[in-house]
């Protein structure tokens, strides 16, 4: 049955019998490994014949058939589409070893047994695209994700929208209190921002103080959850060395669909200026504020 909605918030992994994740036979099992999201890493273990994946399970949008020794992946019309390997899936399509499914707005490898060359491949992933300290994307995961998501964007005119955040006065921070009040600063500033973001927001380090936000959401859907962000920051209470530190932050939206008439930016750098320029006039406006178009 297809959504009658775009999966683009919640996209979920679920069987039609029992649980994904059991403890049997999981070296043995084929696996599906998120690659975006607050799940990042996250593995699902797929022991079932059937398998769903949608934005709800009870309203399903793409199912995996084990037929013997093969994987199948069916798109029952989905209004986002699903894509192997950046090829849209017109019906079926087989799936492969390390192949890369595209469900909504959720990326997942598919790997044929959860074998040990798998786990070292995530482990390596892992390290290599996240801030250990902050537990945040890196800021060279966050291009190359709105470089892929901008050219979906062009092929399935989907929403895209990136927000710019930066700490106000922060190196006054660092200043007054000492580095290890600042990397106490940058971690509570990250544990208020994840709970607000969709299972397929990213949240990045895009340096030193600076944090970027990608999300397949409408503008003004973008500008409310850096509402959100904001307001969230602002009510953190931290405190270093009997010390109490305010925290605020000043924030940049744009939308990939902006120009006039709704025509596509020309390529996501132009994307990150039009973000970093609003950031910009947040903090010329007086800071702890959000500007959009």
């Known amino acids: 049955m297809a959504d009658d909605k775009p999966n683009d918030d919640k996209t979920v992994v679920a069987s039609s019998t029992q649980s994904l994740t059991g403890s049997q036979n999981r070296s043995a099992s084929p696996v599906l490994l998120q690659y975006d999201g607050g799940a990042a890493g996250k593995r699902f273990m797929l022991q079932n014949p059937v398998v769903l994946l949608g934005r709800r399970a009870d309203k399903v949008q793409v199912w995996i058939d084990f037929m013997g020794s093969k994987a199948v992946v069916t798109d029952l019309g989905s209004l986002n589409h699903t894509f192997v390997n950046d090829v849209r899936v017109m019906q079926s399509a087989e799936l492969a070893h390390g192949d890369m499914l595209r469900v909504g707005n959720v990326r997942l490898r598919y790997f044929t047994h959860g074998s040990a060359d798998q786990l070292l491949f995530d482990r390596i992933y892992r390290m290599a695209v996240q801030d250990r300290m902050l537990d945040v994307f ?35 921070v660092n200043d007054t209190y000492g580095h290890d009040a600042g990397d106490i600063v ?95 006039q947040s903090k010329q406006g007086g800071r702890n504020r959000v500007t959009a178009a």
């Open 138 to 172: 890196r800021r060279e995961y966050a291009m190359e994700r709105l470089e892929e998501e901008f050219r979906h964007v062009r092929t399935s005119q989907t929403e895209l929208s990136f927000i710019m955040l930066d700490l106000d006065r922060f190196k006054a």
């Open 186 to 280: 940058l971690k509570d500033v990250c544990a208020a921002i994840k709970p607000l973001l969709g299972s397929a927001d990213t949240l990045a380090r895009f340096g030193g103080e600076e944090f970027c936000v990608l999300t397949s959401s409408p503008l003004h859907d973008a500008v409310a959850l850096a509402e959100r962000i904001r307001r969230a920051v602002e009510l953190i209470s931290i405190e270093y060395e009997g010390h109490a530190i305010p925290v605020t932050v000043s924030l940049g939206v744009a939308n990939a669909n902006e120009k006039s008439g709704g025509e596509l930016l020309a390529n996501a750098q132009e994307l990150i200026r039009l973000a970093d320029s609003r950031l910009y």
